[in-house]
């Protein structure tokens, strides 16, 4: 026992090795409380305040219903000492109609409580999945590559749900502390040394709690990658996207091994802890019992001493009992209170997480407007990148220039390094040295915000959203998903009028498997919808990432032909494999291993007789 009493204040490693949460922890981390019920309050004044009126009231019906149990019992004994001829029961029945009356209110106090627990809940959840998704928003890329992130991220939203729970323990605590003042302050006039023996009843019921708590805590935290890995076995175990591949390959076996590896050692754990949990629980709960038969032995003495009326007995004998239970109640909660203000720190943190990709100004520059139109264009200086999780530089000393409406394809084999250039320029990342310039300033010196708009890239894994055909088309210029004729106008720029056409709810048709109702298009088909994305926006610079790699020989050269005519004057960026589509490009930029090979025209590098020359020789011999 004494051993388990320290361990109790010790730091001790959760099962899994790491290190478990301390109480010094748990406790300092209620200062998130004012946070959270500010958040609480700014959800629903109205409702918060209702709240707290409503639960305020139900707070003293406890000591006012044991009080009016004790005038009825003194009552009644007072009548059963009179002559039956002078017994009038009208007081007593008063009195028990007032208790009743006291019953009613408690219950409906109780249900309005719930009730407004429940709506405030409600909206507490939604607006915090939208504080969540509007910060997620806000966070860079690669801040989302990063798995403690990812955790942070899904603890945060897990808890969304949890943390209306947590806002009914806070409230309720409140509630259950001015009960127990009210009763104690009863129990106090008439022997204080109970209140002692009633805290030595409750107290280690409240630490064995802590106790346990704290190692769920534990438990449930380091399981976190565990259990998103848990999540992504299940969704891709049954899954529309998956169960292609894992049908064909037969995976099922493999990831229903994986998945019950893991969730069998999480059972393994979690029951031994539950085991000890019960067993505590149960020893505990017989010390908080003796406690209470100790006092009860005590006010009956008093009683049959005549020193206390029996209508006091039962005041006491109620108030004890009801302490207690609230007692345990108010300290076991306090243990999951302090629990669920460990999780707040998670969400805390998260929402404490700052994006690094914002406008650097140089010093006292005020913000620099994004250049209509672009007149130098970009320039690399010296650029290289290292991805966070990468140990090699996917970029290294890179130097060039993309002038002001000039069509540049990038060539290179796999993992040369082309799709970073692209994310680099659309600065979803920042160079880890070098810089890259736009008509003379620093990239980092503009509006993020504004070069995106200006930016338009559509990547080779784009999102196909499970929207309608024309709102997958719309999300290239949101703001413009109404305007049905911009819409048609992209579409039949990049071809996906063609794919509209053969829909059967034409625009309006749901497009992808996931919901009721919608149609799956082809690799080639999608393609098209998604490269009209580019036409949708009016930016100067357009980047199309591979986006034709699935086009027919046929389409993908129409594409192209159009988007020449199309982007006329803009300044473009085309990465393929396909030489048929990069020879069309003014100039093209040859890169290896993330460094400048060579750059120039198609005939120019031809003449060079170099990696270009020699990737084109090798790709016309295939067609030979
Ligand atoms: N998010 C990432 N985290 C870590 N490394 C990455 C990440 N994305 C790319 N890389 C690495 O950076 C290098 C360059 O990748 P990049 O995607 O730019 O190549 P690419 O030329 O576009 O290739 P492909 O022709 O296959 O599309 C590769 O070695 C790749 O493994």
Known sequence: MFNFLKSISAKRPAPDGKP????????SALRNLPAFLKLIWYTSPGLALANIALRSLRAGLPLAMLYVGKLIIDAVVTLTRLPASERVLTPVLTLVALEFGLVLLADALGRGVALLDSLLGDLFTNQSSIRIMQHAAELDLDQFEDSTFYDKLERARRQTLSRTVLMSQVLAQGQDTVTLVLLAGGLVAF??????LLLLAVVPAFLGESHFNERSYSLSHSWTPERRELDYLRQTGASDETAKEVKIFGLSDFLITRFRELSDDFYRQNKSLV???????????????????????????RTVAG???????????????RLRSLLEGILSRFSSVADGA????DFFDFFALRPRIVRQAATGETARSFPRPIRQGFEFENVGFQYKSGTKWAIRNLS??????EKLALVGENGAGKTTLVKLLARLYDPTEGRILLDGHDLREYDPAELRQEIGVIFQDFVRFQLSAGQNLAVGRIEERQNQSRIEIAAQQSLADTVIAKLPGGYSQMIGRRFNGGVDLSGGEWQKIALGRAYMRDAQLLILDE?????DARAEHEVFQRFAELTKGKT??????RFSTVRMANRILVIENGQFVEIGSHEELLAKGGRYAELFALQAAGYR
Not at 20 to 27: F, K, L, N, T
Not at 400 to 405: D, I, N, S, V, Y
Request: aromatic share 14%; hydrophobic share 55%; charged share 10%.
């Open 20 to 27: 478990a949460v301390s109480v010094r922890e748990r406790v």
């Open 572 to 577: 473009a960026v085309l990465i393929s494999h």
């Open 342 to 345: 460990l999780y707040l720190q």
């Open 400 to 405: 060039f220039q993309l002038e002001a409406g």
């Open 191 to 196: 022997q204080p040394w109970l209140l002692g």
């Open 275 to 301: 085991l000890r949990r019960a067993s505590w629980g149960a020893l505990f709960s017989a010390i908080g019992a003796a406690g209470y038969y100790g006092a009860y032995v005590y006010i009956i003495a």
């Open 307 to 321: 020193q206390i009326s029996l209508g006091q007995l039962t005041f006491l004998a109620g108030s004890f009992a």
């Open 547 to 551: 986006p034709t790699a699935a086009l």
